[in-house]
């Protein structure tokens, strides 16, 4: 079984900085696309970056110049280095990975991390 554990989420202030993390465990064969997604109260979740596994990156308008995707392939993980936060910025922030075990490919997803950003 594929679980995805995202931790680094909190209260920042307009203009502070956040690093989330998110890590895949389980039986993992191989894990192709990975990024981070966010939903707002009353909106529907949107797409914040992506990374393929050749380290190709993707950003949401709103977010670009100010995040950073990356990934380490060896520990399975996906960062979203958040800059320059604003309070729109605050949501649930879920990350999300392609990931094919022994037996399957499917799309997996985390619990979700609160990001909050107010003074």
């Known amino acids: 079984q594929v679980q995805l554990v995202e931790s680094g989420g909190g209260l920042v202030q307009p203009g502070g900085s956040l690093r989330l993390s998110c890590a895949a465990s389980?039986?993992?064969?191989?894990?192709?696309?990975m990024g981070w997604y966010r939903q707002a109260p009353g909106k529907q979740r949107e797409l914040v970056a992506t990374?393929?596994?050749?380290?190709?990156?993707n950003y949401a308008d709103p977010v670009k110049g100010r995040f950073t995707i990356s990934r380490d392939n060896a520990k399975n993980t996906v960062y979203l280095q958040m800059n320059s936060l604003k309070p729109e910025d605050t949501a649930v922030y879920y990350c999300?990975?392609?990931?094919?075990?022994?037996?399957?490919?499917?799309?997996?997803w985390g619990q979700g991390t609160q990001v909050t950003v107010s003074s």
């Open positions: 999300n990975a392609d990931i094919r075990t022994i037996r399957t490919r499917g799309d997996y």
């Open positions: 389980g039986r993992i064969f191989s894990i192709y696309g």
């Open positions: 990374i393929t596994s050749g380290g190709n990156t």
